[in-house]
């Protein structure tokens, strides 16, 4: 049975150990000096950890983690915005970062998928009991828009609402333009906004299926060529826009030169999707997916989730 180390020194703890106990062996720690003192013990598959913790941060911890045990995956988790410290986040490359409360169907399949890293593809290995699915392949820029049409137009017609219909085009827009330009090397021909249409053999797939409940989304190229890396520094300067045109609004500083739309796809799935993976196998292929529940609008969750399978 694999071993589950979570830190944290709050009441949260329990209802992870009601999430966890059943499927994994689970230690515990309040800080990471005990948490240090543990994974020295024992054979540790994951780490769990509250951002703030007493005497250090998750941060100390996961640097101890970087330096010591880089082979076991970490999770932080955090009642805050994680956008208050994405610098940090940043510079440790720290991929996966939750907002709690979490959903238990979705942090145990997030802990599975990390720990094992079988199963990460395909939509069916994260909505079950599928009663539809469909597809479209995209090999040239001009498709991008007719194919966000038709899919927003076929979940409709499973008998989904969506509520919020513009932000969600918008969404697969940005996630089909990265996946056909950037990860076929056409970053230059996005920024000037030129048409084009990807070599023989070159396409990105996107698939959508549903159940009773809910529905999904998965944009997949096959080039591999996103990184872990990538994703948060798309993010941070995201974010660091976000911060400039705050400021710009109270002092009236011209930042037209400062803003572009660098990261802006990567950010919206992250803040806009109710739940999300990125799922990357390095120079094979590169999978978005999006779920959603019929009961639930599009919602900002400032969560990060990203699964490599470096096989």
């Not at 995956?73 to 994680?82: F, R, V, Y």
């Not at 990807?198 to 698939?207: F, P, T």
């Not at 959508?208 to 997949?220: E, P, Q």
Request: proline share 1%; charged share 20%.
């Amino acid at each position: 049975m694999n071993t589950i180390l979570i830190v944290d020194h709050t009441d949260y703890k329990n209802i992870l150990k009601d999430y966890f106990s059943s499927y994994y062996s689970v230690l515990f720690a309040d800080c990471a000096f005990d948490a240090i003192s543990l994974l020295n013990m024992h054979d540790i598959d994951l780490v769990i950890s509250q951002v703030a913790l007493p005497g250090d941060n998750a941060f100390d911890l996961y640097n101890y983690l970087q330096n010591h045990y880089t082979y076991i995956p970490a999770i932080m988790i955090t009642e805050s915005n994680i956008d208050i410290f994405f610098d940090e986040i940043f510079r440790q490359g720290i991929g996966n970062v939750l907002k709690i409360p979490v959903n238990k169907t979705e942090f145990v399949q997030l802990v599975d998928k990390i720990i094992s890293r079988n199963n990460v593809f395909g939509l069916s290995n994260y909505i079950h009991n599928i009663i539809e699915t469909n597809s479209i392949r995209i090999n040239a820029s001009k498709q991008i828009q007719s194919g966000v049409d038709t899919i927003l137009a076929t979940i409709e017609s499973w008998g989904f609402t969506i509520k919020n219909k513009v932000v969600l085009s918008l969404i697969l827009n940005e996630m089909i333009i990265n996946a056909v330009y950037h990860s076929h090397g056409y970053t230059h021909e996005k920024e000037m906004r030129v048409p084009i249409e990807l070599k023989e053999g070159q396409y990105v797939d996107i698939s959508f299926c549903h159940n009773a409940s809910t529905y999904g989304i998965a944009v997949t190229d096959y080039q591999g060529t996103l990184s872990k890396g990538k994703i948060l520094e798309s993010i941070y300067k995201a974010i660091e826009q976000e911060q400039l045109i705050l400021h710009a609004a109270k002092t009236g500083e011209d930042i037209t030169d400062k803003i572009s739309e660098t990261g802006r796809g990567i950010d919206l799935v992250r803040k806009l999707a109710s739940e999300f993976y990125f799922v990357i196998q390095k120079n094979k292929r590169t999978e978005i997916i999006l779920l959603f529940e019929s009961s639930s609008s599009i919602q900002t969750s400032s969560s990060l989730k990203i699964i490599e399978d470096m096989r």
